[in-house]
């Protein structure tokens, strides 16, 4: 059962912008009062950590996308964003999110983000 949908992904060139989406659906209440991570995994890659917003809405972010990405949470919607800007090739990969939720550890189905040189 998927109870994370991840949205926003695509190809932009170096540079560039997007915003990505990870969506619970409202009867997931835990996912407006857990921690939720961004992680990504490029080709022929480990699944890395990205960024992560505590409980408390406290983000914080591997070195590589400090100052570039920003994690942020609408509790309104359920759905917790990752806005990327100045984007690099580098940056080239599936964007997955995770939570806690009921318990176990839930992961989307991730969208792809190229960048192009």
């Known amino acids: 059962q998927v109870r994370l949908v991840e949205s926003g992904g695509g190809t932009v060139q170096a540079g560039g912008s997007l915003r990505l989406s990870c969506a619970a659906a409202?009867?997931?209440?835990?996912?407006?009062?857990?921690a939720v991570w961004w992680y990504r995994q490029a080709p022929g890659k480990q699944r890395d950590w990205v960024a992560r917003l505590s409980s408390s809405s406290i983000p914080i972010y591997t070195n590589s996308v400090k100052g570039r990405f920003t994690i942020s949470r609408d509790n309104a919607k359920n759905t917790v964003y990752l806005q990327m800007n100045s984007l690099k090739p580098e940056d080239t990969a599936v964007y997955y999110c995770?939570?806690?939720?009921?318990?176990?550890?839930?992961w989307g189905q991730g969208t792809q983000v190229t960048v192009s040189s």
């Open positions: 409202d009867s997931e209440s835990g996912f407006r009062t857990n």
């Open positions: 995770n939570a806690i939720l009921g318990g176990q550890p839930s």
